[in-house]
């Protein structure tokens, strides 16, 4: 540990300029810099006391132990359980009655299912197992387990997306009694792979924010610590996933909102490369730049569903190849790993986001040590400056991206859902804040300051400088991930933080959603429990359409580190063994005049202290 803590530094990337600001604008940005690093000096103190003081308005549940998971066929990976099906080992409405008693159990608790189907889910489940047990299914083509791979699973689907029968509110009190009259094509396509959908699970309010909760359907809790978030906006899909009421779900990501909660409850979750999969039927759908940003996703307990799943899940025209066995060679992947985002008091923005936690970067160490020592990859540790930019950066390309306003959205309701977010009227958010105060309004305090902030317009010259710098970040990465190369990054600076906290810590965000504007694939890896019993975790991220390499390498680290944690088992600490033997492996700044000397597959290359 001690040898690695000593690493040499070199960094991927130019300094950035100062953003132009007026003296006033500059006053105020470091008064608030100033809180912040208050803040972080007192940070043990005062977040306790921020603990506190949320605690009055988090939900209260009054649970020591969660519900035990009482049949092995809840810990099944979903393609086992097709394959349990299709061999008539068990049934389609055994398998979905065990998932709904579960739910019925444990969503009292973590509040994770919304809306349920179930009565459509046992009919779909007795129709699938009499086609079987005629034999009807045995020799057509189109029900073989590649066409098929999660026939007769139960899934459960996020809020937001479509599906036939039941509401998309999207946390919306104004939506309430909004009835979907079609599926979203991902829903369809998990139906033709066989899948039955069980039901709908929390979101952020209109989804986005990193918490999931909304004056709809209320809080949804942690299955490792109810007085934990799930993150957000996919935190319903995730929560559900890991406390086995449902094996793998879909999810949306546009900042983070896949991988996010994937981390907090300790499952996977892949974002994918912009295109793979098709975006259409959600509400708040996604338009101009939001489709290149935004990606549908899966969410999974085990990592052998993610790719069957995005198989599935992907347009007919997909660029990526998934007809060939997922098998690579890992002895031949480069390995890069950034262990933070540069932070830093005096230099970028990255003093809005928290430091990363001492646990974490060991939990990434551990994976890094583990792919060079027991896979002989080719590993580089960098860092690379520019993404300490992340947050601004992610926030100008959201501000450029031509979607309507978020403020507009917030005023769709039945009367007007006919009409598309550029027709919507925008609703008054200073307005909405003072009816917050006086407990009037309709909305989370969290969606009010939102649509406050985006009316504060970006400076010209700010936006344009940070256009650039976030192209590029993206050239950069691009270079960096050519070939067979992954990127390692934390999922989050911390781990699950207790309830309303993200209101003090809102831009932790930040290291997810950067990646969502270079435009990469992710795969968010669970990594076992911290000293607390909370999910540690890791992204993998590859280059543009690399998605099956990302999931390769989640699946190698399931094998080593043992993937999603039984919630039960928590309190049966994870605790890691002392590192023997780490290698020195040097960090390495790169630039875009340093990028052609920065070449992972060389094992030679010029350092500095």
Known sequence: MEQNSNMQSENIGRK??????????????????YLIVVNKLLRGFIYTGLEWITSWFAPKKGITHFPHIHSDLLKL?????????????????????LYIDRIVEVNPIVNAIVQTAFAKALDEARRIDEAIASGALENDPNYSENKKPFLGVPYTCKEIIFVRGLSATSGLRSRIGHVCKEDAVVVSKMRDAGAVCIGLTNTSELAMWWESHNKVYGYTCNPYDVRCIVGGSSGGEAAAVSSACSVIGIGSDIGGSIRMPAFFTGVFGHKCSPGIVPNDGQFPPATGGGVYFLSLGPICRYAIDLEPMLRVMANVNSPIDFSAPLNYDLSKINVISVEDDGWSFFDGWSIFTSPVDPELKLAQRRVVNFLESSCHCHVRKAMIPLLRYSLPIWMAHMTNSGMPHFSQYLSANLENQHLSGYELPRKNCYWEFLKMLVGRSDHCAYTIITGMVECIPMAKASLDQLLAMGEELKALVHQLLKGDTVLIYPSHPMTAPRHNMPCYTGFNFAYTAIWNIIGVPVTQVPLGLDKNGLPLGIQIIGGVNKDRLTLAVARELEEAFGGWVDPTERY??????????????????????????????????????
């Open 16 to 33: 950035p300029k100062k953003l132009p600001m007026s003296w006033f604008r500059r006053i105020i940005v470091w008064s608030i810099m």
């Open 572 to 609: 049966k600490m994870y605790r890691y063994e002392p590192i023997r033997g780490l290698t020195t492996t040097p960090t390495i700044e790169v630039s875009a005049t340093t990028i052609h000397d920065f070449n992972p597959s060389e094992s030679s290359m010029s350092t500095t202290e």
């Open 77 to 97: 990976p979903g393609v086992k359980i097709a394959r349990l099906i299709r061999n008539q080992e068990i049934t389609s409405t055994e398998i979905t009655n």
